[in-house]
């Protein structure tokens, strides 16, 4: 490839990332269904126009922000897989990672939430929303890999079964407690329940089950 070629693919990824970066402002400023292209283009400083080149709806811009959070959320699941020896250890700490993950992020957690109700396309190989499967399976191999280290250390049950679907089951669990985490705050507090404690118990009830 070209030097100005590369050069000019390289300043077209960058204007990307920026307008993406201006998308993740405006939704978390204005949410998802009251931003507006504009706001975004005026966000990014580019014209309308060009938002449009880069970016066809909300619903695109959206699906490149799940991409993005998802990349972001297997690295969290393989550091904090990596910082732990047995198995059952890396589990509970996926748990915690996706937790904190679903706090820090929240433009992210909610394009993913957006998402998982507009997988219409996975058989397209060129679609977006094949991409974000790929892009899941990625982050499900991360459970998956300490699934396997836990029954080859014995901290897990050598029962378990097919990996993925237990990676799934677990996900779909720690998925429902982090929806609780963000929105049920007061209530906890109401109750005089720490979230602290409920999520530490939620996480540890999810591995007593798998645990040998």
């Given at each position: 490839m070209e030097p100005i070629e590369?050069?000019?693919?390289?300043?077209?990824?960058?204007?990307?990332?920026?307008?993406?970066?201006?998308?993740?402002?405006?939704?978390?400023?204005?949410?998802?269904?009251?931003?507006?292209?504009?706001?975004?283009?005026?966000a990014a400083r580019v014209s309308r126009a060009l938002l449009y080149i880069y970016f066809k709806d909300k619903r695109e811009l959206q699906f490149a922000l799940c991409l993005r959070g998802m990349d972001l959320l297997r690295q969290r699941f393989s550091e904090a897989r990596k910082r732990n020896g047995k198995g059952v250890d890396q589990i509970k700490?996926?748990?915690?990672?996706?937790?904190?993950?679903?706090?820090?992020?929240?433009?992210?957690?909610?394009?993913?939430?957006?998402?998982?109700?507009?997988?219409?396309?996975?058989?397209?190989?060129?679609?977006?929303?094949?991409?974000?499967?790929?892009?899941?399976?990625a982050v499900h191999m991360e459970t998956i890999t300490a699934l396997l280290a836990g029954q080859k250390d014995g901290s897990l049950r050598a029962d378990l079964g097919d990996p993925l679907r237990v990676a799934m089951t677990l996900w779909g669990f720690t998925h429902g407690v982090a929806q609780l985490a963000v929105t049920k705050g007061e209530i906890f507090a109401h109750e005089g329940i720490a979230l602290n404690a409920f999520i530490s118990d939620a996480i540890d009830m999810a591995t007593r089950s798998i645990a040998s």
């Amino acid at each position: 490839m070209e030097p100005i070629e590369l050069r000019r693919l390289e300043e077209k990824e960058r204007r990307r990332e920026d307008i993406l970066d201006a998308a993740e402002i405006v939704f978390a400023e204005k949410g998802f269904d009251d931003a507006k292209m504009d706001d975004i283009a005026r966000a990014a400083r580019v014209s309308r126009a060009l938002l449009y080149i880069y970016f066809k709806d909300k619903r695109e811009l959206q699906f490149a922000l799940c991409l993005r959070g998802m990349d972001l959320l297997r690295q969290r699941f393989s550091e904090a897989r990596k910082r732990n020896g047995k198995g059952v250890d890396q589990i509970k700490a996926i748990g915690r990672a996706y937790i904190g993950f679903v706090q820090e992020f929240p433009v992210y957690f909610n394009a993913m939430a957006r998402a998982e109700a507009q997988h219409t396309e996975l058989e397209d190989e060129s679609s977006v929303c094949h991409r974000m499967m790929l892009a899941g399976r990625a982050v499900h191999m991360e459970t998956i890999t300490a699934l396997l280290a836990g029954q080859k250390d014995g901290s897990l049950r050598a029962d378990l079964g097919d990996p993925l679907r237990v990676a799934m089951t677990l996900w779909g669990f720690t998925h429902g407690v982090a929806q609780l985490a963000v929105t049920k705050g007061e209530i906890f507090a109401h109750e005089g329940i720490a979230l602290n404690a409920f999520i530490s118990d939620a996480i540890d009830m999810a591995t007593r089950s798998i645990a040998s």
